[in-house]
């Protein structure tokens, strides 16, 4: 009995451990090894390491861009409408679909981005509607 207590306490002792620290580190390096590309017709997320496309997106789905950047111009660019935390409001209320935090992520987006300020112009020369957030 004590053995399999043990186990059981070293199995989520671990998942822990991956929770609290690892999952940032392996997103870090997964950050570090992707690049994003604007070309005239789309937004591209791709691997520099084997030069495959991950995410593409054309521009003419995207309604609208949001830019979430500090004081030092770096942050994030989201394409589309930004995943609300508690879901969106004009949801139907149901007991069933809407339980508590959201936590799925942006599909469409550049994360950890310097020099946004650089890159606005870019979006705005092609006549998309940017909603930029300082924080």
């Known amino acids: 009995m004590n053995a399999v207590l043990f186990i059981f306490a070293i199995v989520m002792f671990l998942v822990a451990l991956y929770l609290v620290f690892f999952r940032w580190v392996l997103r870090y390096f997964d950050l570090k090894n992707n690049y994003y590309l604007i ?26 861009i949001n830019v979430e950047m500090n004081r030092n111009y770096f942050g994030n660019i989201i394409f589309g ?27 469409y987006v550049f994360l950890s981005v310097e020099n946004i300020n650089e890159i606005i112009p870019v979006f705005e020369s092609l006549g998309l509607k940017i909603n930029k957030t300082f924080y």
């Open 81 to 107: 409408e930004p995943e609300d935390i508690f879901g969106s409001n004009d949801e139907n209320f149901s007991f069933f679909t809407r339980s508590g935090m959201n936590f799925k992520e942006d599909e």
């Open 39 to 64: 070309t005239n017709q789309r937004i591209i997320v791709a691997e520099k390491s084997n030069k495959e496309i991950l995410k593409s997106k054309n521009f003419e789905e995207i309604k609208r």
